[in-house]
């Protein structure tokens, strides 16, 4: 079993910057992908990005290419999420997540993955 803590959540102005923080117990943390979606009010849970277990496969969505940067340091079991030039759309409840699986290439369906944190909130205002 694998828990996931999200952190570094919060308010910020559009065009700030924000860096998530996902903390994983267990000790075959290195081996899982890892990805990070978000659920706005109202809408469904989303792909945002994932990284595979080797930090060399990353993947995101189209609307955060170029702005969000997914990283991993498997010797502090953490994965963070960091979110430049945030939007107001941006705003949503973070949540990373483990897949067991061990992918060469970390999927972007919600539904493969295994375990999943608490969620973290993030706002963007105007």
């Known amino acids: 079993q694998v828990q996931l803590v999200e952190s570094g959540g919060g308010l910020v102005q559009a065009g700030g910057s924000l860096r998530l923080s996902c903390a994983a117990s267990g000790r075959t943390f290195s081996s899982y992908a890892m990805g990070w979606f978000r659920q706005a009010p109202g809408k469904e849970r989303e792909f945002v990005t994932a990284i595979n277990w080797s930090g060399l496969s990353r993947r995101y969505s189209d609307s955060v290419n170029g702005r969000f940067t997914i990283s991993r340091d498997n010797a502090k079991n953490t994965v963070y999420l960091q979110m430049n030039s945030l939007k107001p759309e941006d705003t949503a409840v973070y949540y990373c997540?483990?897949?067991?699986?061990?992918?060469?290439?970390?999927?972007?369906?919600?539904?493969?993955?295994?375990?999943w944190g608490q969620g973290t909130q993030v706002t963007v205002s105007s």
């Open positions: 997540a483990a897949d067991r699986d061990v992918p060469a290439i970390a999927s972007i369906s919600l539904t493969q993955y295994d375990y």
